[in-house]
């Protein structure tokens, strides 16, 4: 099967005084689409950016606007992020299960769970996509897979962590291509997107395990040549 590598841009290695120009760069580059790092502090140990801004990433692009939010209690900001413009929106599988001993209390990272509650999470993706938005779930690298198999029918867009979440230029796990493909061997076949470490060396095997979305922060941003990165990455074929 061949298909089309979207390539998102993560905007968290631009030039935060420049972001009209770091949006115009993506567009010249090829890149398919914004990613938006929202954090808050508490679900993960940085503070970035929230729906002010991401408005005005609305506002100085044409390209489809990805905001994954890794703040706690996701369900208050919904509503915000999409009247912001986001047209995906991601929420994070360890807001909606029991955290595991060892990051029960604020401080204590990378967040993780082993089930969730399948009901409301679906609350949310189903208020996302009431919204007139494409509803989005991802998963820290320690939570499992398998706790997102009652959603499959209904999201969107499933973003695989190749990081534990919180900064960018982080060194990819391996661990997320058996994610991959225990997705597709699911029969999931919507976007299955990979965030963190993800450049040359690493995205040959995300693709080949099945995921057709590639985030990039770091590897594109920092790079002397984005354009020949963003090609680079849409030219690779599953
Ligand atoms: C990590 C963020 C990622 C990050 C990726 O918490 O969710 O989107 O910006 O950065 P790179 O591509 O540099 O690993
Ligand atoms: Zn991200």
């Not at 912001?84 to 299960?97: K, R």
């Not at 993706?125 to 939570?143: D, F, H, S």
Request: with cysteine; proline share 5%; glycine share 8%.
């Amino acid at each position: 099967m061949s298909q089309n590598i979207i390539v998102s841009a993560s905007i968290l290695s631009a030039d935060f005084g420049k972001i009209a120009e770091a949006l115009q760069l993506c567009e010249r580059s090829g890149i398919d689409r914004i990613h938006v790092d929202v954090m808050d502090g508490h679900f993960v140990p940085n503070i970035t950016i929230g729906a002010v801004v991401t408005q005005a990433v609305r506002a100085y692009t044409k390209l489809p606007v990805a905001t994954h939010l890794m703040i706690e209690n996701p369900w208050d900001y919904v509503d915000a992020f999409a009247d912001a413009g986001a047209d995906i929106i991601i929420v994070h599988a360890e807001c909606y299960g029991e955290r595991r001993a060892a990051c029960q209390v604020y401080g204590q990272y990378p967040k993780e769970v082993d089930v969730i509650d399948p009901g409301k999470i679906l609350r949310d993706i189903r208020r996302i996509k009431a919204k007139g938005k494409q509803a989005g779930v991802t998963l820290n690298p320690g939570t499992p897979v398998t706790c997102l198999l009652p959603l499959l029918n209904d999201v969107d867009h499933i973003l695989v962590m190749s990081v534990n979440p919180g900064f960018s230029g982080q060194k990819f796990m391996p661990s997320a291509l058996d994610k991959i493909k225990w997705l597709r061997a699911q029969g999931f076949n919507k976007d299955i997107a990979v965030d963190g470490g993800v450049n040359a060396a690493t995205a040959p095997g995300i693709v080949k395990a099945g995921a057709n979305v590639l985030v990039t922060a770091s590897y594109f941003f920092l790079s002397h040549d984005p354009k020949a990165v963003a090609e680079g990455l849409k030219s690779l074929v599953v």
